[in-house]
């Protein structure tokens, strides 16, 4: 087979702009005829969606990466282990984005190009079939992200359809795109190359407990896989034709009055969203759900009709993105250790084709999870690959007046206006860990304009303004945590109805701070100078209007409310000394009355705690993880008590952060680690030990504390013992 040169987009015919109103699915097929060794073929492989590639039978990959109105991309995927010499058969199932933005999902973008490009393979010759058969349904009144739950019924036409031996002569003749009907961002030659790898697949297997579900007859059974997974579903199975299969997936039992024992069967139930599958019953039909489905249990309900229905398999494959976790970390703390397994598996969950805020209820990459998310990849593993993509995607989503989209790709407005600042955090972090000035330089501009919009909107007594409001209500939705007293005002601080946020002006103060650093580090020292004396005037502004007579920083100007957020980030930015800062941070540790820190924010309390040497009390935030273990849960939550939605959040993973980078001590101490402090931080712990895999190789640590006596040792890779700078916590 000739390679081809130049690619080439595919439809069905009729259909290069057919305008449909919700997602759609077509099947493409094509025969190859191999003379002698699978060499490598060069491929490249996208579409105006999402596609699925098999070579005969197998799943090769799925794509093409998240894009938007300003970038598309395609694969180059490796056909060689799945092809051989002679006859080969390769199917690609595209699934179309229909329907207009709010009602389709919101992080896939179209321009209503039907069709699939290729190139390396001869574009003629694609047999192709629409699957009227599978209706793609919301998961739920109002606010719908994914769109990608099915109502199937059997189509007997694509029965068997990625099998070689498949009779396609009924299936049309897929037709070229003429080049002047594809937009430029969909022209090959514009099609940017993938940023980050192919996600993984893990084959796994449920142990069915029954094989045959007789006539008119309703069954029902609960599947575990014993810890949330994101797979694919495929679903195996004989005759039965009219039957009904419906697959529940959830993520845990929930109790009438919540969430307790995720896994307590007898007083709990199952919620979450369903795939309906009508049989054609057929001797051999097989259902897979095109998207990845998420779970830790699925709930089968069968309901037949005039015949049988034999089950032959229910499979599904583990997918996610590739993550290589290589720092592990044993504490004298025995209950850290089941923490850090949930918080890895909920990092894990969360990594797809972007980071995601959970896989199971929104899929959407949002700036706050994803700096947290980043930081817990960069501890263990060092792989900054799609931590850029994200650095880029939050840049192409800047609007006018300098906010970013909360969460992007998104083709809907989603703006939570400090979200905005946490951008500038994800940038310093990748200065710290890699140290790359030309993508600081790139990206700075954006920087810029992110500061420019708070600057636009100070008071005249120096603080930002009231920016948002609550969400649903104002345009803009001024989230900060999922505290409880803040849950009937969704995340912001109550002050917030009244007037200006203390936390937005101490998020703005943050960011000028880092950006100044950004600005120094790639030597634009007269901005970073400019923005460290904006810096100080803001710092001074907070001080005078948001601090009561007891020295606590209160929720707003002129407010009496007062959170444990506020004197955190007092502490991160300076606001507070240390002295005052210790003081208020105990004041909200002894007084629960006090507006505390959820999981989103307990990486922000840990640092503040450590900056103030109360880092001892992080032993009773623990208890919210501790909590989870208990409860049966393989991920981490969202949030504990009243708004634990999701099971699986990944700005709760802190534990991969906190091991190796605190308790053991491993951190940049200058950008791109070419300092490295060894500075251990034990709180209660009277041991720990482990490696830590660094951007400059693996550092062994391990240290005891017995009283005053502090025996450290450290060992590892020759570039990286070489860059450790003397502190005394090693004398």
Not at 347 to 360: A, I, Q, V
Not at 407 to 424: E, M
Not at 670 to 680: D, F, L, Q, S, W
């Amino acid at each position: 087979m000739a390679a081809v040169n130049r690619g080439k987009w595919i439809c069905p015919p009729g259909s290069v702009y057919e305008a449909i109103d919700q997602a759609r699915l077509v099947c493409f097929r094509k025969e190859l005829r191999l003379s002698g060794s699978t060499e490598k073929m060069p491929v490249r492989i996208s579409a105006d969606g999402r596609y699925k590639l098999y070579a005969n039978g197998k799943l090769v990959c799925f794509g093409p990466c998240k894009g938007d109105d300003k970038r598309r991309y395609a694969d180059e995927p490796d056909l060689r282990p799945y092809l051989k010499a002679g006859r080969n058969l390769l199917a690609v199932e595209v699934l179309l984005v229909g329907g207009d933005a709010w009602n389709s999902n919101h992080s896939l973008f179209t321009t209503g190009l039907n069709g699939l490009y290729l190139e390396g393979i001869e574009p003629e010759g694609w047999r192709c079939h629409v699957c009227g058969a599978t209706r793609f349904v919301a998961e739920e009144k109002g606010f719908s992200p994914l769109h990608i739950h099915e109502e199937v019924t059997g189509d007997p036409a694509a029965a068997g359809w990625k099998d070689a031996d498949f009779d396609d002569s009924a299936w049309d003749t897929a037709q070229l795109c003429a080049d002047e009907d594809v937009p430029a961002i969909l022209r090959g030659e514009n099609l940017l190359p993938r940023p980050i790898p192919f996600m993984e697949l893990k084959p796994h297997g449920f142990t069915l407990p029954l094989c045959t579900v007789a006539a008119h007859s309703e069954e029902r059974f609960v599947l575990d896989a014993g810890e949330e997974m994101t797979a694919f579903l495929t679903l195996a199975l004989s005759g039965g034709k009219g039957a009904v299969i419906e697959l529940l997936q959830s993520e845990c039992y929930v109790m009438p009055e919540g969430k307790g024992n995720r896994l307590d069967r007898v007083n709990g139930h199952l919620e979450g969203y369903t795939d309906s599958y009508t049989v054609a019953g057929l001797d051999r039909e097989v259902y897979e759900p095109f998207w990845f489905r998420t779970f830790r249990f699925l709930q089968v309900t069968i309901r037949t009709a005039d015949e049988p229905l034999e089950l032959k398999a229910l499979r599904y494959d583990e997918t996610g993105y590739p993550l290589a976790v290589k720092t592990a970390v044993t504490t004298s703390d025995p209950t850290l250790a089941p923490i850090w397994e949930i918080s890895l598996r909920t990092l894990k969950r969360c990594m797809h084709d972007t980071y995601m805020d959970c896989p199971f209820y929104e899929q959407l990459q949002y700036v706050q999870d994803t700096r947290s998310e980043i930081l817990y990849t960069y501890a263990v593993s060092a792989d900054d690959r799609m931590a850029r993509q994200a650095i880029d995607d939050f840049a192409c989503s800047q609007r006018p007046d300098g906010l970013l989209n909360a969460c992007y790709p998104n083709k809907n407005a989603n703006v939570i206006p400090g979200f905005s600042l946490y951008y500038i955090l994800m940038l310093h972090d990748h200065m710290m860990y890699f140290g790359e000035k030309g993508l600081i330089r790139q990206y700075l501009p954006t920087v810029e304009r992110i500061l420019q919009f708070f600057r636009s909107h100070l008071t005249q007594s120096g603080l930002v303004d009231k920016v948002g409001g609550v969400n649903g209500e104002a345009v803009e939705w001024s989230f900060i945590d999922w505290a409880a007293d803040w849950m009937p005002t969704s995340g912001m601080p109550t002050a917030g109805l009244y007037g200006p946020l203390t936390m937005e002006s101490l998020l703005y103060l943050y960011g000028l701070q880092k950006a100044a650093e950004l600005a120094d580090w790639i030597g634009e020292t007269a901005l970073a100078g400019e923005w460290r004396n904006q810096a100080e005037t803001l710092r001074l502004a907070i001080r005078q209007n948001c601090m009561d007579k007891s020295g606590m920083l209160t929720d707003g100007p002129g407010r009496a409310e007062l959170s444990q957020q506020a004197q955190v980030f007092g502490v991160l930015t300076g606001t507070l000394t240390e002295a005052e800062g210790r003081r208020n941070l105990l004041r909200t540790v002894e007084d629960r009355t006090i507006t505390q820190c959820t999981v989103a924010m307990c990486f922000y309390l840990f640092r503040a705690l450590e900056m103030t040497c109360l880092y001892e009390y992080t032993d009773r935030y623990w208890n919210i993880w501790r909590e989870m273990v208990q409860n049966g849960c393989s991920t981490c939550v969202e949030s504990p008590g009243s708004y634990a939605r999701s099971e699986c959040h990944a700005w709760g993973s802190l534990a991969l952060y906190e091991l190796p980078t605190v308790i053991l001590g491993v951190r940049p101490a200058a950008p791109g680690y070419e300092k490295i402090e060894v500075r251990p931080v034990p709180g209660v712990l009277t041991s720990a030990s482990g490696t830590v895999h660094t951007p400059r190789g693996d550092l062994n640590v391990a240290w005891e504390k017995a009283g005053e006596e502090w025996n450290l040792q450290i060992s590892g890779d020759a570039d990286a013992v070489r860059r450790i700078i003397p502190n005394k916590e090693q004398k």
